[in-house]
Nanobody, 123 residues
């Protein structure tokens, strides 16, 4: 079975940094794109960024404004989200998700989701 497990969340002061990890098991990383989402209390889920494993292409949501960095280690089936200059508005549950990629592109629907890790930024 495929499992995605997020880790690295916690409490940090405004201006600080955190690195989140998402470790995948039960899948071949080269066949997937893995993305980060976040959802703040009372708000809709928001795309943060992701990586397409087949060629290493990285995607970012406009809202992160250059503060967040996506990277991956396919030997470990792990994608990272490095977050810098954190602000209280970044407080949210952060999720990773995977969607399968075919030869000419990736499917629209996400096949797998992790359970999330809480990030709280104090002012």
């Amino acid at each position: 079975q495929v499992h995605l497990v997020e880790s690295g969340g916690g409490l940090v002061q405004a201006g600080g940094s955190l690195r989140l990890s998402c470790e995948a098991s039960g899948l071949t990383a080269s066949n997937y794109r893995m993305d980060w989402f976040r959802q703040a209390s009372g708000k809709e889920r928001e795309f943060v960024g992701g990586i397409r494993w087949s060629d290493g292409k990285i995607y970012y949501g406009d809202s992160v404004k250059g503060r967040f960095t996506i990277s991956g280690d396919n030997a470990k089936n792990t994608v990272y989200l490095q977050m810098a200059s954190l602000q209280p508005e970044d407080t949210a549950v952060y999720y990773c998700a995977a969607r399968r990629c075919l030869a000419l592109g990736c499917l629209r629907e996400y096949a797998y989701w992790g359970q999330g890790t809480q990030v709280t930024v104090s002012s």
